[in-house]
């Protein structure tokens, strides 16, 4: 540790911390989890992440855009500690990979399937706190439709004032000078949404009866070893029969790490740094973090970019600033939550309905849209399939719908056929496979009597037997056609064949 990097690192730390805790908070409950646990996953990204991570920058923690994964795994394994086993399970999967050296097989993921991920966890983000945002009681949700005199009676027109002026807050906080007049440019937008929702809850109860009874965070005091002691979780350890565990663990293990190198990729263009971070053993420091969490009873771990570039902006110079972040979590569960305890649920839903449209912005769609249907046809196939059929299922179908339109649009331009009057230049623009038997048949069939036709295979090194077959067939049946064919270069071996 380098003393003269400590006046860099001590404020960029406390940044970290002001942006990481209303975030921790909120995804413990957007997953249905106590707060604590929230709290309890970012000090172990903080910490024990930190000092594995190959990364001097890269802040770890609970993840927003895992909620609904975290969510929906939990309605499917009916309770917290069997989740529990199916992170040990999915820290295990990140530590293989890691070992396995399959940090670089994220580059093979196209990006448009990665954007269509993120735009479809963010839809869902969206969805999943708008009934806490619109005051509904616990456990009712959109997906039940009720009528609408159960809406009239159920929405709690404080809770959405609160959510609306968050949400202004937190979108014109990042844009507007006011920060940089009154010196607060180190306060983050989630932390202004959550100073407003305590002010509005303190002033307003006052006029508004009402506004007092909005749910608030609720943190249990912790006062004693055994008290923190009953704060933690232990995994099921019998929920190795389930399997539905295994699939769980495949996904969050697949999902998070993707989530991890796609943070890293996106920092080291804010921050270069050389030699750049392994991504093996990143992989291998994020499936420990998960480990220690799943024994513990955490949230799921990523690297996080919102936390990251908030790091780097504040002027760290040393993985310091993120340990100091982890210890502040560390103190404001132990010795803030009486104060933590008046932050509104609907500040924290504001602050992830904003995040969740972040990640599904409208103008992600129009600039995929404007690249093309090579871009925009994976990404609306990854998007739907996540919303339809879940996560796995979901980055499996934009998998293969991007598969299928790049060998479509490959086997297009394989082939290309010209004609200049009783000419005709059949050009091989790459190496040719069985795949492309069908278009060099329609390119074929295309071809008038009394032509002349060179094929011009210049250029390439391998043509398929299958298709040397058809080319041969071709000239045999071209004579009674009064075709005449020339090849191009006639030298070319694997032409010469034919």
């Keep these: 540790m380098n003393r003269a990097d400590l006046r860099f690192d001590l404020p960029a730390g406390l940044v970290v911390f002001l942006v990481a805790l209303p975030l921790s908070l909120g995804i413990a409950q957007a997953s249905g989890v106590p707060p604590f646990v929230g709290l309890l996953t970012g000090v172990i990204g903080g910490i024990v992440v930190t000092l594995l991570s190959p990364s001097p920058f890269s802040v770890s923690g609970p993840a927003a855009g895992l909620v609904t994964i975290v969510t929906g795994a939990m309605l499917t394994l009916g309770d917290f500690s069997t989740f529990l086993f199916a992170l040990l399970l999915a820290g295990i999967l990140q530590l293989a990979f890691g070992l396995l050296r399959g940090g670089k097989l994220a580059a093979l993921i196209p990006g448009a399937v990665i954007h269509g991920m993120l735009a479809a966890i963010g839809i869902l983000l969206i969805l999943q706190q708008l009934p806490l945002a619109m005051g509904y009681p616990s456990g009712h949700g959109l997906s039940e439709t009720p009528s609408t005199e159960q809406l009239r009676g159920d929405i709690a027109p404080a809770a959405v004032m609160l959510t609306l002026g968050a949400l202004l807050l937190i979108v014109f906080w990042g844009k507007s000078s006011l920060k940089q007049r009154l010196r607060l440019t180190a306060l983050p937008g989630p932390l202004v949404a959550v100073l407003w929702g305590c002010l509005f809850v303190w002033l307003g109860q006052k006029i508004w009866p009402a506004i007092g009874t909005l749910p608030r965070i609720e943190l249990p005091a912790v006062d004693s070893v055994e008290a923190l002691q009953g704060q933690f979780s232990l995994p099921n350890w019998q929920a190795w029969r389930n399997p539905a565990v295994y699939l769980v663990a495949i996904t969050l293990a697949i999902v998070a790490s993707l989530e991890t190198l796609l943070s890293q990729e996106a920092l080291k263009k804010m921050a270069p740094m050389m030699p750049e971070p392994s991504p ?155 795949l492309n038997k069908m278009r060099l048949k329609h390119l074929l069939g295309q071809i008038e009597h009394n032509s002349t036709v060179i094929i011009d295979c210049e250029g390439i090194n391998y043509l398929d037997d299958d298709i040397r077959a058809m080319l041969n067939d071709y000239r045999q049946t071209a004579a009674d056609k009064q075709i005449n064919i020339s090849l191009h270069p006639p030298s070319n071996i694997l032409v010469r064949n034919i």
């Design 280 to 434: 093996d053993k990143e992989l291998r420091a994020q499936g420990v973090g998960n480990c220690i969490s799943g024994l513990l009873g955490g949230l799921p771990i990523t690297a996080v970019i919102v936390r990251s570039s908030a790091n780097v902006q504040a002027g760290a110079r040393s993985r310091v600033s993120i340990l100091l972040h982890g210890v502040l979590l560390l103190l404001s569960a132990l010795l803030f939550a009486e104060l933590l305890n008046s932050i509104p649920l609907a500040s924290l839903a504001a602050i992830l309905i904003y995040t969740g449209f972040k990640l599904a912005h409208p103008r992600i769609f129009i600039t995929l849209w404007r690249q093309g249907l090579q871009q925009f046809v994976p990404f609306a196939a990854t998007l739907g399939g996540i919303l339809a059929f879940g996560m796995l299922a979901g980055i499996a179908i934009g998998l293969v719908a991007q598969l299928l339109w790049s060998l479509y649009q490959s086997n297009r331009h394989a082939l290309r056929l010209t004609r200049y009057d009783d000419h005709y230049l059949l050009q091989c623009q790459q190496n040719l496979t069985f």
